[in-house]
């Protein structure tokens, strides 16, 4: 392992354990030659995966690019991020366990998107608007409908709230 502060590879581990329902293995480290200390994580990968994006293009998986998209559909949303990690991590490894090496971004978004939909709704309406390629305000209504918080329902509602409060 390469030190990140001089960038010898004589480093060495001090201290492992294992964390995210040992799922990972934490690596406390220190650099022979400079003294720094740093942090890694191992992961157990089953296989290389591989995602065929719409254009055909195959591109090599990353479990961060899945974990970033978590990070700006929940963005601001009171989502501990350890139940993040564990999201990402459930999906990680049913892919890796569905046997198949090449997955469409379609089928990973499609994961992404029934994660969320269990997990904030706030969050799974910004992911769909991007993922679903949202055009127009009728496709967020849509979408919303399927939720059960139809739009006209909710401001009508408030509305004659409202009219009963001030009379």
């Known amino acids: 392992m390469r030190c990140p502060f001089c960038h010898s590879e004589d480093t060495q581990v001090k201290d492992s354990r294992p964390a995210e329902d040992n799922t990972v293995i934490r690596r406390r480290r220190v650099c022979n030659d400079c003294g720094g200390r740093h942090t890694t994580f191992e992961r157990v990968q089953l296989r290389e995966l591989f995602v065929v994006k719409k254009s055909g293009r195959k591109v090599a998986f990353d479990r961060d690019k899945l974990a970033r998209s978590f990070e700006i559909a929940l963005r601001k949303r009171p989502i501990d991020p350890e139940r993040v990690e564990r999201a990402v991590s459930g999906i990680v490894r049913q892919l890796e366990s569905s046997g198949e090496q090449d997955i469409s971004s379609d089928d990973i978004g499609a994961l992404v998107m029934e994660v969320l939909k269990n997990m904030d709704d706030v969050g799974y309406v910004r992911y769909a608007s991007v993922y679903k390629d949202f055009r127009d305000p ?30």
């Open 138 to 167: 009728g496709d967020f209504q849509e979408l919303l409908g399927e939720l059960g918080g139809n739009i006209a329902d909710d401001s009508s509602t408030k509305n004659g709230a409202d009219d009963k409060a001030a009379s």
